[in-house]
């Protein structure tokens, strides 16, 4: 059936029942200025219904929204169209919202994907959001494929995620990939971190354990247009963050750094070790530094060896160097007799 609106649009409708009950609807308008809309609804006979609308603009972009309702009235709206954001970048846009029986939202989840967000990279940023439309978070996937080793995030990429977040509290994950799409490493930040003029600090993540593990003493620079450069030969996940971030992992480590034992007693001529706790990650020591108070008493070698010499009592310390360079000193007292 042709229908002919007021207005000059046309509408045609075509309905089917097919055996085993499911009616079949569809409808196209066709507008005097050349756009269309086209529905296509399929009804079960347990209530059940699928409703697909795709809506062509006369600039030739497309927006389809797709809703899928069960039987107990619980639905799935999913809203795709592909639209230009402010660097003139395509972004294709996907936002599934779940609504319960009653016709409450109970979840929204926004996808954008971001070809061409710079050169060789792509991006994808997922947004989800409560039942009100706020945030609850934001995170973009970045892929970009490098010649060697060193890699940027831009101001101008974190200003498209951001964009695409609808604000500035995203974690980004950049993967780095060779030409051959093999990854070389992966390397995480909060896009508030990549501010002009900050400085950041960088540690490997263990995803498995949430374990920090230092890298270096390196401070990476935010410059003037809020991008940072990165260079990492392993293939392991890192993180950079803040100064106040770096600080607050940096102690933790650091806690960790004690003695395993903090006693001894050894005869003359014999020796004992003085070793750390097992909960030192020797991954964070850059060096270790061992000393004794009284040499007559015992001595200790550059690996830690003591070696009793006579009696008495003597304390032989470990100064603990970290990567970026914090130190700590811990002790041992050791009797010989």
Do not use: C, H, W
Not at 68 to 93: F, L, Y
Not at 144 to 170: F, H, P, R, Y
Not at 227 to 232: K, N, Q
Not at 270 to 296: G, H, M, P
């Amino acid at each position: 059936m042709v229908e002919t609106k007021t207005d000059g649009s046309k509408v045609e409708t075509n309905t089917e029942t097919k055996t085993d009950g499911t009616k079949t609807e569809k409808v196209v308008e066709t507008k005097t200025d050349g756009s269309k809309v086209e529905k296509n609804t399929e009804t079960k006979t347990d209530g059940s219904k699928t409703e697909k609308v795709v809506e062509t603009k006369t600039d030739g972009s497309v927006k389809t929204t797709e809703t899928v309702t069960s039987a107990d009235g619980s639905a799935e709206k999913k809203e795709a169209e592909t639209v230009k954001n402010t660097a003139g970048a395509q972004v294709a846009v996907t936002t599934t919202t779940k609504t319960d029986a009653n016709g409450s939202v109970t979840d929204i989840t926004q996808q954008a994907v971001i070809e061409n967000v710079d050169k060789d990279t792509s991006a994808t940023v997922t947004v989800k959001k409560d039942s009100s439309g706020n945030t609850t978070a934001a995170d973009a996937e970045v892929t970009k494929t490098v010649e060697g080793n060193k890699v940027s995030l831009t101001g101008g990429v974190i200003a498209q995620l951001k964009e695409a977040a609808g604000g500035d509290d995203v974690a980004v994950t950049l993967t780095v990939k060779d030409n051959s799409g093999n990854t070389k490493y992966k390397l995480q930040a909060d896009a508030n971190d990549l501010e002009p003029g900050n400085q950041l600090f960088i540690y490997q993540y263990n995803s498995a354990t949430g374990e920090y593990v230092m890298v270096n003493a390196k401070k990476y620079n935010v410059d003037a247009n809020g991008s940072v450069d990165v260079s990492m030969s392993k293939n392991a996940t890192y993180q950079l963050m803040s100064a106040a971030d770096a600080e607050k992992v940096s102690k933790e480590i650091l806690k960790t750094v004690s003695v395993k034992k903090s006693s001894a007693t050894v005869k003359p001529g014999k020796s004992t070790k003085l070793a750390l706790s097992d909960k030192v990650n020797k991954e964070n020591i850059k060096s270790i530094k061992y000393s004794t108070t009284k040499n007559s008493v015992a001595k200790v070698s550059k690996s830690g060896k003591v070696t009793a010499k006579q009696a008495g009592k003597v304390t032989v310390k470990a100064t603990v160097t970290l990567k970026n360079g914090k130190k700590k000193t811990v002790k041992m007292k050791i009797r010989v007799k």
